[in-house]
């Protein structure tokens, strides 16, 4: 193996195999490697990183570079192994006697493979499995905490949320800078990456503690903005709003009732095909009036925009004309067939992007609209068969996890160039560097039931530590009958949990299906059914009491929220935190996931099972005092009353 070195980069020829690894960030290294004669230059997910100044240099066994903490060995025999001091956080994992490895058989396994792929490969990458806990990832729909020993698909579905960043209880944090489709496997042998097709290696490591990690990942992958100060309260929505007035009532009531609305939303099928972005005028005949009255209400406007186009819309065949839609590599050009025959439109293409963006700004934002729900953001495909699309950038296998992040960058500089500062906007998926572009990640199309809800809150803990901090859920779940036995309770449960999260949003496709629409046609804005009602007061005088409760609760919390969103922007850090992520050195915040943190200060320890009146709680070191009550505990394990109207929280006494 030869070396070379070109000020911080520490070069590694081995055959027709390149490895480039340089110092990224503080206390990090990118690590390239490939077969081709030069690396490809794409961005992926990696910014430009603030100037580093690393050490390089030969020793007796190869080359090493240094930058900060985290220290690269690349030896003779072409692995890598990571160091911070002398401990080894991560090493290259290969079972082949021809490379001398001293513990190893002639399996001929080695650590990074290569398998043509048409023009490009499949690659997979191998680590030595440690003794370990590992977070972060995104979002998975399970409940499981420690992804030590799980198989994650890399890819984008409705309620699946792939980002491949990973916190190691080593002390490191690790990025696979690629956005195609593959599979991460924390197996108990080895860890394996896997990519179903690329034309490099590109991976990202950094040593530290849980928040060094995550302001060092942020730092090169980017930090939410500002949250906008008036929706830090309640967010009103349901399946669906279906004409202006009925908005206008609900927004009217909860000012009767005196209720703090600060959002609500108008969901699917306002338009009259998917593609139009547009209202249908038949149902909401003045935009510009029923916005004014909601701001002189002090509430924001939501609406809905799918990224689908339907072959009988308006912007179908401009669209098409242009190269602005989704190919499909067989077949009809066909994405999806929810009540249409649509295709995606490309957001890969800033062509495309701005296009939309254009309908949007002409239809929407110019009549008083605020801000966007970038629903089926995956995008949702009607079969996730992921080699038969392609996007202006490359097949959907190589480049597909990149649509999310670059769909919410459309809107987000869409409402930068037309002055807009306080930027939100509501979406179903994301990857490396969504949280840039103001995304406000929810968990996508999800049950009603107790075991769903346990779901969401590891999902959360997840995908805070994956680099998202604003994220939410459909309180109450999305799919729901509101005539099922204990319904009510979950509503209450999921709404106490909410109020003590990022967003506190009440959605859902509420049953039974009795309500007829509006239009006996197959399109426009009255054909498409809608839920029951799903405002605070919907579900009787027992559930408005708690919930209300909760609704003033998180408006006295509002000062309180500010701080953990100020955090998000600066430092990188969740909103909602794992215990570990504040009590690094504590050994049993390793284990809690039932648990978290709601900025540095309040730990919420959520009702997850029905019929709950009491939970176990562990308080780490220190002295907290009860939210409800003002008792005063010290570090310990307690069995805490949870009566319906309560979840145990408690403030940190510093």
């Known amino acids: 193996m030869e070396f070379a070195f070109e000020e911080d980069v520490l070069i590694a020829q081995a055959g027709y195999e390149k490895i480039r690894i340089e110092a ?212 009103q929505s349901k399946l669906r709003y279906r004409t202006q007035e009925e908005v206008l009532s609900v927004a009217r009531e909860y000012k009767k009732r005196g209720i703090s609305l600060d959002v609500i939303v108008i969901d699917f099928f306002h338009w009259i095909r998917q593609g139009d972005w547009a209202f249908d005028e038949d149902y909401w005949p003045d935009v510009r009036a029923m916005t004014g009255e909601l701001h002189e209400m002090g509430v924001r406007c939501m609406v809905s925009v799918w990224p689908t186009v339907d072959r009988k819309s308006v912007n179908y065949q401009p669209m098409r004309e242009r190269g602005l839609l989704v190919r499909t590599e067989r077949g009809a050009p066909q994405c999806f067939d929810f009540q249409g025959d649509t295709v995606i439109y490309d957001a890969t293409n800033p062509a495309a992007r701005d296009y939309l963006w254009a309908c949007v700004k002409r239809n929407y934002y110019d009549k008083g609209v605020d801000c966007f729900w970038l629903d089926e953001a995956e995008p949702e495909y009607a079969a996730y068969d992921f080699d038969h699309f392609r996007y202006s950038v490359g097949p959907v296998v190589k480049t597909g996890n990149l649509y999310p992040r670059e769909h919410v960058k459309g809107f987000y500089e869409g409402l930068k160039r037309a002055g807009r500062e306080d930027i939100v906007n509501l979406t179903r998926s994301a990857w490396v560097g969504s949280q840039k572009y103001a995304a406000l990640v929810w968990s996508g199309d999800i049950c009603s039931n107790f075991q769903t809800l346990r779901d969401q809150l590891t999902a959360g803990l997840h995908i805070g530590i994956a680099g998202i901090p604003w994220w939410t859920t459909d309180t109450g779940g999305f799919f729901g009958d509101v005539t099922a036995e204990g319904f009510s309770e979950l509503l209450i449960r999921w709404f106490e949990f909410s109020a003590f999260s990022p967003v506190l949003r009440l959605h859902g496709d509420r049953g039974p299906h009795d309500i007829p ?48 969103f100020h955090e998000a922007s600066e430092k990188g850090y969740p909103v909602i935190r794992t215990l570990f992520f504040e009590f690094p050195e504590d050994a049993e915040a390793w284990e809690i996931g039932d648990e978290y943190m709601l900025g540095g200060t309040l730990l919420v320890a959520p009702v997850l099972y029905e019929g709950m009146r009491s939970r176990k709680v562990y308080l780490p070191r220190g002295e907290w005092e009860d939210f409800f009550t003002g008792e005063v505990f010290q570090g310990g394990t307690y069995e805490v009353a949870a009566p319906l109207d309560k979840i145990p929280v408690f403030i940190r006494r510093r």
């Open 24 to 235: 990224w960030g503080r206390d990090a290294l990118r690590v390239r490697a490939t077969l081709n004669a030069n690396f490809s230059g794409a961005e992926k997910g990696l910014g430009e990183p603030p100037a580093q100044q690393a050490e390089c240099g030969l020793f007796e066994c190869g080359a090493y570079i240094r930058n900060g903490k985290l220290r690269c060995e690349v030896h003779h025999n072409g692995y890598l192994t990571f160091f911070e001091g002398e401990r080894v956080l991560l090493k290259e994992y290969y079972r082949d006697f021809s490379w001398a490895n001293e513990h190893s058989p002639s399996m001929k396994l080695r650590a990074r493979e290569y398998r043509s792929h048409g023009t490009d490969y499949e690659i997979t990458l191998r680590f030595e499995a440690r003794e370990e806990k590992l977070f972060g990832m995104g979002q998975y729909q399970q409940p499981i905490f420690d992804l030590k020993g799980c198989v994650l698909e890399l890819a984008q579905r409705n309620s699946q949320i792939s980002i491949p960043f990973v916190l190691s209880s080593r002390g490191y944090g690790f990025l696979l800078n690629h956005p195609g489709v593959g599979e991460a496997m924390f197996g108990s042998n080895f860890t394996q990456w896997r990519e179903v097709c690329s034309d490099e290696i590109d991976y990202w490591v950094v040593a530290g503690s849980p928040k060094e990690v995550l302001e060092r990942y942020t730092e090169v992958t980017g930090r939410a903005p500002a949250f906008p100060e008036n929706a830090l309260g309640l967010w």
């Open 517 to 564: 629409p509006l239009s006996d046609l197959d399109h426009g804005g009255g054909f498409s059914p809608t839920g029951r009602p799903n405002e605070v007061w919907s579900y009787g005088e027992e559930v408005e009491t708690v919930l209300r409760q909760y609704v003033r609760i998180r408006t006295e919390l509002k000062s309180y929220l500010r701080g953990a």
